[in-house]
């Protein structure tokens, strides 16, 4: 996976989520690398609704394609504010445009700081050099 993949606009997991924030929130999705590992996206499972508290590190859904079934992990602690709806009925908007209209959730984060924890996205590439197979 070439690193010129990687948004310098967000932050990353080892579990291949990013980050982004916007104002006040912070939107969560996967990214290039998990969608090319996954390969055909068929149904995204969010198990979250606005309202709900997710904490850092715990699966907020899952993700099926033809090759797998994966948790998604929540990236930072928070309420989530905001569902992406049109995943449900078009999953593969996911290998289409999993940095844009593919988002996940838009959480209120507990910690502002949390984000910073997460690797920037030259910590990320790096990361990306030693997993791909």
């Known amino acids: 996976m070439a690193s010129d993949n990687v948004r310098t606009d967000r932050r990353y997991t080892k579990d291949h989520e990013w980050a982004k924030q916007e104002n006040d929130l912070v939107v969560?999705?996967?990214t290039a690398f998990a969608v090319e590992q996954l390969g055909d996206i068929t149904l995204v499972n969010l198990d979250v609704k606005p309202g709900d508290?997710?904490?850092a590190g715990t699966a907020f859904g899952t993700i099926e394609s033809v090759k797998t079934l994966s948790d998604l992990f929540a990236p930072v602690s928070g309420k989530v504010q905001r569902v992406n709806?049109?995943?449900e009925n078009r999953p593969e908007l996911v290998n289409d445009d999993c940095y844009g209209k593919a988002w996940m959730i838009e959480v209120v984060?507990?910690?502002q700081g949390e984000l910073g924890t997460l690797m920037d996205p030259e910590a990320?590439?790096?990361?990306?050099?030693t997993a791909a197979h």
């Open 124 to 129: 990320y590439s790096e990361l990306l050099k």
């Open 109 to 111: 984060p507990s910690d």
């Open 85 to 87: 709806a049109d995943l």
């Open 28 to 30: 969560i999705g996967i």
């Open 53 to 55: 508290t997710i904490t």
